[in-house]
């Protein structure tokens, strides 16, 4: 699987801007996150339909990570896509941990 998300990193850092934007809220999507445009016609991902703790909000060619509404880190492409596969997969095990319990 690391191996995997090397190959997609890579693939995205090669893309142009538009198309990364288009492939990164397509992965997004089928991760299970709303994208939508702000007023500004920038790109925002997040969890569910409403502001949850955390939000991706698009700042040119990067990515503003936004937790609690306070802005935190400025992300490429390729660190986005990962930072959205790992909140599916910390889910995922927070799911199987309430479970098992």
Known sequence: MAS???LLSMDFESQDQS???TRLLRV???LGFHCFQDEKNNWR???GESVDDWYLQQEGE???LIVNQVPQ???RIAEALAFLQRQTT???SDNRSARDS
């Open 62 to 64: 990067r990515w503003l």
């Open 4 to 6: 995997q998300n090397a």
């Open 90 to 92: 910390d889910d995922s």
């Open 45 to 47: 991902i997040q969890p």
């Open 19 to 21: 198309v990364n934007t």
């Open 28 to 30: 997004a999507i089928a």
């Open 73 to 75: 880190i400025l992300l």
